[in-house]
């Protein structure tokens, strides 16, 4: 079993600064991507950022330059810097980790509870 815990979330003022955390855990053999994806009320789920194995980012264009994602590999542990928010980064923010969980599984999706992060004065 495989499971994806999100942390971090919170109310934070236009302009400020929250850091997301996104841990991998259980039967792993290899994560071959970790993405952030966000759904505010009424809307659909989208791609945030999404990082690679290798270490390859891709973001959406409306958080580039203001967010950031990385990676700690010692622990399976994914961040999402994110900066100047607005509020219309208000959303749920859900991570999703791509993981085969032995040599001859086939690659499966894995998703968080998701975190609730609010920018509001």
């Known amino acids: 079993q495989v499971q994806v815990v999100e942390s971090g979330g919170g109310l934070v003022q236009p302009g400020g600064s929250l850091r997301l955390s996104c841990l991998t855990s259980?039967?792993?053999?290899?994560?071959?991507?970790t993405g952030w994806y966000r759904q505010a009320p009424g809307k659909q789920r989208g791609l945030v950022a999404i990082i690679t194995s290798g270490g390859s980012t891709n973001y959406a264009d409306s958080v580039k330059g203001r967010f950031t994602i990385s990676k700690a590999n010692a622990n399976n542990t994914v961040y999402l810097q994110m900066n100047d928010l607005k509020a219309e980064d208000t959303a749920v923010y859900f991570c999703?980790?791509?993981?085969?969980?032995?040599?001859?599984?086939?690659?499966?999706?894995?998703w968080g509870q998701g975190t609730q992060v609010t920018v509001s004065s």
């Open positions: 999703n980790a791509l993981v085969r969980t032995s040599a001859t599984t086939t690659i499966n999706s894995y």
């Open positions: 259980g039967t792993i053999f290899s994560i071959y991507t």
